[in-house]
């Protein structure tokens, strides 16, 4: 997910990856992964962890379809196991 300007990206990333045959057992819904939330800065070339997701919630999020407000002050996605909603306070 691109920020407003462009500058910066928003992405989530497992926090390990299952064995199996990626990323189709994923697509399929046959796996699904605990993610943390990442920002990358790429004028400064730098990533910085947002939310470690696990440390945070005991649910395990599977995060999907990110999407961040023009203000860059809520960044909003979907648990692609249960489709549920959520919202995190950057």
């Given at each position: 997910?691109?920020?407003?300007?462009?500058?910066?990206?928003?992405?989530?990333?497992?926090?390990?990856?299952?064995?199996?045959?990626?990323?189709?057992?994923?697509?399929?819904?046959?796996?699904?992964?605990?993610?943390?939330?990442?920002?990358?800065?790429?004028?400064?070339?730098?990533?910085t962890q947002v939310a470690?997701?696990?440390?945070?919630?005991?649910?395990?999020?599977?995060?999907?379809?990110?999407?961040?407000?023009?203000?860059?002050?809520?960044?909003?996605?979907?648990n692609k196991s249960d489709?549920?909603?959520?919202?995190?306070?950057?």
């Amino acid at each position: 997910m691109w920020s407003a300007d462009g500058a910066d990206a928003y992405c989530a990333s497992p926090v390990s990856v299952p064995t199996g045959t990626l990323p189709d057992d994923w697509y399929q819904g046959t796996t699904a992964f605990t993610d943390r939330l990442w920002k990358i800065d790429f004028t400064a070339r730098a990533a910085t962890q947002v939310a470690d997701l696990p440390t945070l919630i005991s649910t395990p999020v599977d995060a999907v379809s990110l999407t961040v407000d023009q203000g860059e002050t809520e960044l909003v996605f979907m648990n692609k196991s249960d489709d549920s909603l959520w919202a995190y306070s950057l």
